[in-house]
């Protein structure tokens, strides 16, 4: 009988480990389905913002997100120790990300 349960105890685990790695790209509060676009593609208000912020530097990605009818753009600028993440909506906003959290990736 320790066979048996030896192979549960193996699915188990192979489960459980395919369940945690699922969701480990996406942070809690972090909107999914995003898509990378161009410079080329983003609303005017939203390049302008880019533009202003860049002072520079690479445009490294832009991100495109729509949560609850409400389109965003992830942006990152330059790189190394000069990368920056802003956030911005459709009107070329910064949005505010609730803190003053240093970038960690």
């Known amino acids: 009988m320790s066979i048996p349960n030896g192979r549960y105890v193996i699915a188990s685990l192979l489960l459980a480990c395919v369940l945690a790695t ?9 909107k999914a389905g995003g898509q990378t676009i161009e410079l080329s593609q983003v ?51 910064v949005v505010p990300t609730g803190g003053d959290e240093e970038d960690d990736d």
């Open 22 to 30: 699922t969701g480990c790209k996406q942070r809690p509060g972090e």
């Open 43 to 93: 609303p005017a208000p939203v390049k302008a913002t880019i533009d202003q912020q860049a002072q520079g530097r690479p445009v490294s990605e832009i991100e495109k997100h729509t949560a609850r009818g409400a389109t965003q753009y992830d942006v990152t600028l330059g790189s190394g120790d000069q990368k920056q993440t802003l956030i911005l909506d459709e009107a070329g906003k």
